[in-house]
């Protein structure tokens, strides 16, 4: 089984952020790659475990970019990819990317926002590949 599955929301901006930002999906991937080969190891900044706002506690992150060192180079960037992992960390669920330098309300309501259908997502996602290991819902 593949460690990575990516939700229709995510593949569409991956497709439009490999075309506009090269760059910037580039340091996507190599996050990505990363957080595949260390898999609950990964650490920051490429890696952040553990959304506040997330249903799924510990089991929820994100991949990161950029990082804090190269901020001041990519002002208008603070790209995000949202994703659920199993219990046993034997595979993710890729959510939502966007750029919460962006957002309209600022970087908090980012997640106020993209977090809740994040965990929609992940959710249908078990349902619709029968995925093992599905992490419990933590009582908020």
């Known amino acids: 089984m593949a460690f ?3 939700s229709s929301s995510f ?6 952020l490999s075309a506009e930002n090269p760059i910037a999906w580039a340091q996507m991937v190599a996050g990505f790659r990363y957080l ?4 609950e190891a990964a650490v920051a900044p490429d890696v952040r475990w553990g959304i506040a706002l997330s249903r799924f506690g510990k089991f929820s992150g994100e991949v990161r970019w950029p990082f804090p060192e190269d901020q001041a ?6 790209f995000r ?12 669920v890729l ?4 750029n ?8 908090n309501a980012w997640y106020d926002e993209f977090v809740p259908i994040s ?7 078990s349902k619709q590949l029968s995925l093992k290991n599905f992490p419990p819902e933590v009582k908020m």
């Open 4 to 6: 990575f599955h990516r």
């Open 11 to 16: 593949q569409l901006t991956a497709e439009r």
């Open 36 to 39: 595949e080969e260390y898999r």
């Open 73 to 78: 180079d990519h002002p208008n960037s603070a």
């Open 81 to 92: 990819t949202l994703f659920v992992v199993a219990t046993d960390y034997s595979w993710a």
């Open 95 to 98: 959510t939502i990317l966007g």
């Open 100 to 107: 919460k330098a962006t957002h309209v309300s600022g970087s």
């Open 119 to 125: 965990d929609q997502i992940a959710v249908g996602a």
